[in-house]
């Protein structure tokens, strides 16, 4: 049987697939149902310093292809993930998790990457530089002198494994330089993509959620062409120490396989994990498994990133 175990870091994982952030990760019973599930890891939903309500309801609805959301940052603080991040990682059995955070300013992001820093807790932080839905508040890494001046802070007290998650860029030009100001630090991964910010949805003559007059984060099938091509182009661009994880897109075990082959490390499932619910990671890895069998794949290593090209 081949294997779909992967690293990140020094952690090691005994399947590459896991949830994307925001989804079946808002509370410890969501979280433990991944745990319990086929998937390799869970990341935590993005927690904030204080507990969030988020926007209005509607603020998420599933459409032919995929999803839209605005949910707003709903979440119950950064401190309830990292004390049951910190609970797991003091038990045997416990999988390799990612704990998601951010600040509404530069200045709250310092103060709970701070704690974190202060903590127990010693596996990965994924700092999501890219939420599209809380109103005033543009996605961080579009804005890459913040982005760098963030980055910077952060690594002159944070010494625990740290990624981030990014939007999705869209011009060559953006991939260079993203791609110049995240080989400046010692990250462990990016993700490749959020959701793609700001799309909006309609049903007969009215938008389909109520934050935003209906503007909201696209993900799903529209997404995974530009999910690909950012895991591709950062896996062209990024030192090598800066592993990729592949987030857009993936429903079944040939969309996981085509994020490997343009780079990922680990892959991430949102819109289908919310449609389909925590079986769907034993669906994917035997649908993966299968095309690593025809192909006569044994590892990831075997093909990730290994794209070819017509000459
Ligand atoms: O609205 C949200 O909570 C949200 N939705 C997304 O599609 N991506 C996010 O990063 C996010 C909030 C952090």
Redesign the pocket.
């Known amino acids: 049987m081949p294997s779909t175990a992967t690293t990140i870091g020094n952690f090691a994982f005994d399947n590459c697939l896991m949830n994307a952030?925001?989804v079946y990760c808002m509370t410890r019973q969501e979280l433990d149902e991944i745990e319990a599930s086929a998937a390799g890891s869970f990341v935590t939903k993005?927690g904030t310093l204080e507990e969030r309500q988020?926007?209005p309801e509607p603020?998420y609805s599933d459409t032919a292809l995929g999803s839209i959301?605005?949910?707003?940052?709903?979440n119950l603080g950064f401190q309830y993930y990292l004390d049951y991040v910190i609970e797991l990682q003091d038990q045997p059995q416990s999988k390799n998790h990612f704990l998601s955070l951010?600040g509404l300013s530069p200045e709250e992001t310092h103060i709970i990457l701070k704690a974190v820093q202060a903590s127990e807790y010693q596996g990965l932080v994924e700092l999501?530089l890219?939420?599209?839905?809380?109103p005033g508040k543009p996605q961080i890494a579009y804005d890459f002198e913040t982005t760098e001046s963030i980055l910077s802070e952060v690594f002159s007290y944070f010494t625990k494994p740290l990624g981030v998650?990014l939007p999705p860029y869209f011009d060559i030009v953006h991939f260079d330089q993203a791609a110049a100001v995240f080989n400046k630090y010692p990250l462990v991964f990016v993700n490749c993509i959020?959701?793609i910010g700001n799309g909006l949805v309609i049903e007969d003559e009215t938008v389909v959620i109520k934050p935003k007059n209906g503007f909201?984060?696209i993900?799903g099938d529209y997404v995974k062409p530009t999910a690909l091509a950012n895991v591709h182009a950062f896996y062209q661009r990024l030192n090598p120490s800066i592993q990729i994880i592949g987030t857009g897109g993936v429903k079944s075990g040939r969309d996981a396989f085509e994020h490997i082959l343009c780079g990922a490390s680990m892959v991430q499932i949102g819109t289908a994990l919310h449609q389909e619910g925590p079986s769907i990671f034993e669906r994917i890895t035997n649908e993966l498994k299968a095309i690593m069998i025809e192909k006569g794949y044994q590892s990831l290593e075997d093909f990730r990133g290994k794209l070819h090209y017509i000459n």
């Open positions: 952030a925001g993005t988020g926007n603020r959301n605005s949910m707003g940052l709903p951010v999501n890219s939420c599209p839905n809380v998650k959020n959701s909201g984060g993900g």
